[in-house]
């Protein structure tokens, strides 16, 4: 293998691969990237058998094959080279050299055939939706993604396609939900049961989306959630196992409705939460007409008192959340006000942009 490559496109090719390769080690060949000189192309492959890379760049390509060597330390030797051509040449033994100018280094290799066998796909019916749709929904869904291990089935987004609601993205801990519902134009597939994808997926999948600009490619296949864009595509696997059904934990007929400024509302929450217990973030909201106290008190710490301005007009109500809970809905939410729903102070509270019910997320209320 002989090819030359500018540092820029290198680069482009092997930094998506570095949140990918395994770390831990438990299969040492997963460390290293394959790279696989072809026509005018040089590939990249990286998988750490949950969630699988390949993409492609233009290359002057004089010797064709391919090698498999540390991501890491490819990428680490790229970067501090200066701007201009590379050229990587595979020798004995697998190692690949690499020369710029009187620069040389070798580095160990290892053959492409003990390189795990990349996944493939024969799907035809992948469906079209726009890049910043669907990083929107991940967004919004993604911080509500359990990390217990026990409860696996949680560790992911579940993901629903149908003609009837569009594209559903659901996330869950056993402590807040956030559910999020698009339409899509032209849908002729679904997903009946829904597919879990796990949260590094969901965050490959976000690198991906960063540099797409239109429309991204989707397909689900067998235990395989597909993404296409250009020249890149990321397989994930999917979760196995049941969802819940996360309808019966969002609350219905919730009788105390407060319009709040979401700026001031989560302005005022940072403030109060630095004085909360670390761990639990307890803050206790007081609501009466026309106003909300954001209280906390931690007697190692001292306490901490604000208040905003609301629109309500019910009872006087006191209940308590975690403050870092309200704040992530707060932060993924884009409207300037919010529709904040409660029942009492034992009851979960739902918050919704302002008048739009295309996204929802609820909040288990604490004892304080």
Known sequence: MKVEIE??????????????VEKRNTMPILVNILLEAEGDQLKVFATDLEVSLTDQVEAQVSQTGKVAVSAKKLFE????????PIRLVKKENNWLQIEQGKYRSQLVGVSADEYPIFPAYS???????EASVLKEMIDKTIYSVSNDETRYHLNGVFFEISQASGFKMVATDGHRLSLISKNVDGLNASVSQGVII??????????????????????IEGS??????????LMIRLIEGKYPNYQQFIPTKLTQKILIDREAFLSSLKKVSMMANE????VLLNVSKGR????????????????????????????GFNARYIQDVLTAINHEQVD??????????LVRPHNDTSYTCVVMPMRI
Do not use: C, W
């Open 279 to 282: 761990k639990s973030k307890a």
């Open 224 to 233: 395989q959630f597909i993404v296409r864009s250009g020249k890149t595509t």
């Open 77 to 84: 030797i790229t970067k501090e080279l200066r701007d201009g």
């Open 7 to 20: 540092k820029k496109l290198l680069l482009n090719l092997i930094g998506p691969t570095q949140n990918i």
């Open 292 to 319: 909300m106290e954001i209280s906390s008190n931690n007697p190692e710490l001292g306490d901490a008192k604000d208040e905003i301005e609301v629109t309500y007009s019910g009872n006087d109500l006191k209940i």
């Open 198 to 219: 796990p949260r590094k997926g969901l965050h490959e999948i976000k690198k991906v989306l960063e540099g797409s600009i239109g429309n991204v490619e989707i397909a």
């Open 340 to 349: 904040f729903e409660l029942n009492d102070h034992l009851s979960p509270g």
């Open 123 to 129: 799907s035809q019916s992948f469906l079209k939706v």
